[in-house]
């Protein structure tokens, strides 16, 4: 069946970096559409990220140009790249597959002195 476990989660300064993982097993992972999405407390879940197979990805305004989503498809992962971390991007964050509609457990992502 289809699953999606996102790792790398955790407590960083303002400035600093993490780097997101999500593994993806049983569907054709290189052909498949990826997203991130995040979820702030208090707040409904939102886009940040989409990857196609080939082609532009495509980010939220509030991430553009910190945030870098990659694929390694060898390994069926998904990658975010966060970059210049903000207190405002403390979120669960999400991988999600449009074509199966389905969902990551989530990573906890804590920016906080």
């Known amino acids: 069946q289809v699953q999606l476990v996102e790792s790398g989660g955790g407590l960083v300064q303002p400035g600093g970096s993490l780097r997101l993982s999500c593994a993806a097993s049983?569907?054709?992972?290189?052909?498949?559409?990826m997203s991130w999405y995040r979820q702030a407390p208090g707040k409904e879940r939102e886009f940040v990220a989409r990857?196609?197979?080939?082609?532009?990805?495509y980010y939220a305004d509030s991430v553009k140009g910190r945030f870098t989503a990659s694929r390694d498809n060898a390994k069926n992962t998904l990658y975010l790249q966060m970059n210049s971390l903000k207190p405002e991007d403390t979120a669960v964050y999400y991988c999600?597959?449009?074509?199966?509609?389905?969902w990551g457990q989530g990573t906890q992502v804590t920016v906080s002195s």
């Open positions: 049983g569907f054709t992972f290189s052909s498949a559409v």
């Open positions: 990857m196609p197979s080939t082609g532009i990805t």
């Open positions: 999600y597959v449009p074509r199966w509609g389905k």
